[in-house]
C-alpha cells in the first residue's frame, strides 16, 4: 500500500491543534504549506551576514495569508450551522470570505470601503459569487457596521475578532518552526488589523508550551507612517496609506499585540509609503519575490532594524504575507 499522502490544508495537518472534532466537516482549499524563500542577493547588497527569509503567503489560493484564517473560520461557521458570513474588508480577506464561502455553498456578505480598495481583488470578490456592499467610509467604518449587522441578522462574522480566524492563522508559525527546526530569532510582520501578530505570537507560544521549540522569537510590528496607531499610542481616525491591507486605524486586536510585543521583547516601528514603495521594488528586483506593499513593509523594517544595528548580532528572519494578484 501507498503510504503517500495527498496534502489536503492546514486544519487537517495541525487536526491536533485546533478545536475541530472527527465529525467536523471541514472546508479547505489546500491552504498553508507555503514556501520559505532564503533571501540570497539583499543581504549581500547590505553588507551584512544575516539569515533573512520570507514566507511566500501570495501562494495561497486566493493570494494572501487571510485563507489561513478563513478556512478554520468558515469550518466553524458550517458546524454551527450558519448559513452566511459577512466581514469588512481592504482587500484579501473579502477574497478569502468569498471563495470559502463559495467552497462550503453559503452566502458572502463584503463590506468594502469606497475607492480604496485593489481592482483586482474586487474582481476576484465577484467572481466567487459574494454579495458586495460598497459603504461610504473607511475600513474602521466597515468594521463598526458588520458589528452592527450581526448583532440583528444571522450571519456569522469572519474578520480577525472571529477567534477560529486567529486559529488557523497561528498555523504559519507552527510551519516555519517545522520548517527550520527552531523558532526563529525576530519574526517581522506587517500590522494592521492586528489579527496577524496576534495569530503568529500564539502560534509560536503553543509550540513553546507543547516543547515543539526552545525558544519564541521577538515580535516586531512595522505599519505605515500615515496609519501608524502602535506608534500614536492611541487609535487614529483617518488612516492613509498606499499599503491598503494596512490602512487600518482602530485596530481590532489592540490588547493582543500589545501583549505580543511585551511578551517578546518586541516593537513597533512605522515607515513612509516611499519607503515601502522602495523595499516592494527591492525585493521584486534582487529576488524576484514579488508582494503588495504591505508585505513590503516588513522588508523595509527588517532592513531599518538591521541598518540601526539593533539586532548586529543574530540571524535574522523576516516574513511577508505576499498577495500575487494585487494593486
Ligand atoms: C490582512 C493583511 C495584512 C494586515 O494583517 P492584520 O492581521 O490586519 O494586521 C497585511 N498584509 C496583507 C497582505 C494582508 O492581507
Redesign the pocket.
Known sequence: MSTHKHYTGLIERYRDRLPVSASTRIISLNEGNTPMIQLQNIPRLIGKEVDIYVKFEGLNPTG???DRGMTMAVTKAVEDGSQAIICAS????SAAAAAYAARAGIKAFVLIPDGKIAQGKLAQTLMYGAEIIQINGNFDKGMALVKEIADHAPVTIVN?INPFRIDGQKTAAFEIVDDLGFAPDYHCL????????TAYWKGYCEYAAGRVCSSRPIMCGYQAAGAAPFLAGHMIDEPETIAT??R?GH?QSWDFAWAAQKESGGWFEKFTDEQILAAQKMLSQYEGIFC?P??ATSLAGALHDIGSGKRSRYGYFSMF???SCDD
Open positions: 494572501s495569508f487571510k481592504t482587500g484579501n480577506t480577525s506587517p500590522v494592521g488589523n492586528a489579527g496577524n501578530i491591507a494596512i487600518i485596530p503588495e504591505a508585505s504575507c505576499c498577495a
